[in-house]
């Protein structure tokens, strides 16, 4: 997992080189909605022979920074406003006499009934902004090429 704007990486291992005539190309390539992150490799050619060399692959999520909107509703400020009303018409209700108390108590059990959805339906605002990407990195020699994706969850 990443967070958007950041970067991450990670090493890929590389084994088994004696069986390649040829050099062994590396490539990355990234899958998911626009816009696509970046991702790039430390090796993109190992000689033949060489003996178990690794590539530090670079997944940059710089421009999801922009691209994620900012969240409308921060429920736990909007919940903290319901409690601090709520609270406030329930120090109010005694001061009044008791017809004036019941249209207090109705006027604020209306006003919660209508807010406390907003707050409680909401769910989590930033699950609404993960992005999952699929990162292929290829291994190719010849004839013979391997691939191996890996997901990459940016927040």
Not at 37 to 42: A, D, E, I, K, W
Request: proline share 6%; aromatic share 4%.
């Amino acid at each position: 997992m990443v967070a958007a704007g950041g970067q991450v990486t990670d090493v890929i291992s590389i084994s088994e080189q004696g069986a390649f005539s040829s050099a062994l190309q590396l490539s990355c390539s990234v899958v998911g909605t626009a816009p696509l992150p970046s991702c790039s490799l430390s090796l993109n050619s190992i000689p033949p022979g060489a003996n178990a060399p690794s590539s530090k692959l670079t997944f940059s999520a710089g421009a999801l920074a922009a691209s994620l909107p900012a969240p409308f509703i921060h429920t736990g400020s909007l919940l903290a406003s319901v409690l601090s009303l709520g609270m406030l018409g329930f120090v109010l209700v005694p001061k009044f006499d008791k017809q004036h108390r019941k249209r207090w108590a109705l006027r604020v059990m209306m006003l919660l009934v209508a807010i406390l959805p907003i707050a409680c339906g909401g769910g989590s605002t930033t699950s609404q902004h993960v992005k999952i990407y699929v990162v292929t990195v290829a291994a190719t020699s010849g004839a013979l090429q391997h691939t191996t994706a890996i997901t990459v969850t940016v927040r």
